[in-house]
């Protein structure tokens, strides 16, 4: 019976944490689809830059925000108040990510 314990305990241990990045990539995957399927843009400025990057952008007035992993070459020389490009859902503004290969920076 210890046997099952420690096989429980370790499915608990070890099993949860990969079945919440499974569902966090898959849903991560069917986000970046919307934003695809439906795609509008913006220009937002970089407010965090680190281990996750933050970025403010408008949507007809409302200001919203994502912070998440960005590759380090598309940071490369950023620094924080650069504008970006925001791709986002129309139906969704809340689902966004950068916009890969355009940046610049305020005065510039």
């Known amino acids: 019976m210890q046997h099952i314990e ?3 305990l370790l499915l608990v241990v070890f099993g949860l944490p990969v ?3 499974l569902i966090t990539k ?11 399927r439906k ?4 220009v937002g400025v970089l407010t965090e ?29 950023r620094i924080i108040g650069d504008t970006v490009f925001v791709i986002y859902c129309q139906t969704d503004p809340d689902n966004a990510d950068l916009k890969k290969g355009f ?5 510039n």
């Open 49 to 77: 830059i680190g281990r996750n990057t933050a970025v403010e952008y408008k949507v007809a007035g409302k200001t919203y925000s994502f912070k998440r992993r960005q590759p380090e070459d598309l940071l490369q020389g």
């Open 6 to 8: 420690k096989i429980k």
């Open 19 to 21: 079945l919440l990045y």
């Open 39 to 42: 795609p509008a843009f913006a």
């Open 103 to 107: 940046s610049r920076r305020f005065g």
């Open 26 to 36: 898959a849903y991560r995957e069917y986000e970046a689809k919307e934003i695809l």
